[in-house]
């Protein structure tokens, strides 16, 4: 068999593996709460098993006191989430064809800087080598506003015993 010439054809690979995350509130202040929640789904055909992942906090973020950890991921799932600590790691979900779950912590940011949060390609994983190709980012915006109060009394000086002044606060 002889074959005429050669052929070559694109391929494109699309992991089966899917993930994005969030922060609830998107905006906090230094020591602020906020809700990361990481999303997982599969869009194949077959079951993706131990669906694990590590994600490394930025510098300036860290698991809040407490972390409130939760899943709505089936298998056996672990959720390492330590107060205090910089890297949020799950691993033991399993993600059935079509489905999606859900890993979620509390974080706190100390300083007022903008946290960009990433976990890096190959950091979610599955059985089988399946794991994220791309960057999976949020980013937790810092508000330095606060609450501001000011303060006036009128008359600003009493004089004389049982004499009334009033103060107001905005």
Same mark, same amino acid.
């Given at each position: 068999?002889?074959?005429?010439?050669?052929? %070559?054809?694109?391929?494109?690979?699309?992991? #089966?593996?899917?993930?994005?995350?969030?922060?609830? =509130?998107?905006?906090?202040?230094?020591?602020?709460?906020?809700?990361? #929640?990481?999303?997982?789904?599969?869009?194949?055909?077959?079951?993706? !098993? !131990?669906? %694990?992942? &590590?994600?490394?906090?930025?510098?300036? $973020?860290?698991?809040?006191? =407490?972390?409130?950890?939760? @899943? $709505?991921? +089936?298998?056996? =799932?672990?959720?390492?989430?330590? *107060?205090?600590? !910089?890297?949020? /790691?799950?691993?033991?979900?399993?993600?059935?064809?079509?489905?999606?779950?859900?890993?979620?912590?509390?974080? +706190?940011?100390?300083?007022? *800087?903008?946290?960009?949060? @990433?976990?890096? =390609?190959?950091? &979610? @994983? #599955?059985?089988?080598?399946?794991?994220?190709? +791309?960057?999976? +980012?949020?980013?937790?915006?810092? %508000?330095?506003?606060?609450?501001?109060?000011?303060? %006036?009394?009128?008359?600003?000086?009493?004089?004389?015993?049982?004499?009334? #002044? /009033? *103060?107001?606060? @905005?």
């Amino acid at each position: 068999v002889t074959f005429p010439a050669d052929a %070559s054809a694109p391929l494109t690979y699309s992991p #089966a593996l899917t993930a994005n995350k969030a922060f609830a =509130p998107t905006s906090i202040q230094a020591g602020g709460v906020s809700r990361l #929640a990481v999303r997982l789904g599969n869009t194949g055909t077959g079951t993706l !098993n !131990n669906v %694990s992942f &590590v994600d490394p906090l930025p510098a300036d $973020t860290t698991i809040a006191n =407490p972390p409130n950890a939760a @899943t $709505t991921c +089936t298998g056996s =799932p672990v959720i390492g989430a330590t *107060a205090g600590a !910089n890297t949020f /790691t799950f691993s033991g979900a399993q993600i059935p064809p079509g489905g999606e779950c859900e890993v979620l912590v509390d974080v +706190t940011a100390s300083s007022g *800087a903008n946290s960009v949060n @990433t976990i890096p =390609p190959g950091n &979610v @994983t #599955a059985t089988g080598g399946v794991q994220n190709t +791309t960057p999976i +980012t949020a980013t937790l915006t810092k %508000s330095t506003g606060g609450v501001v109060v000011n303060k %006036s009394i009128n008359p600003n000086s009493i004089t004389a015993p049982g004499q009334a #002044a /009033t *103060a107001t606060l @905005t």
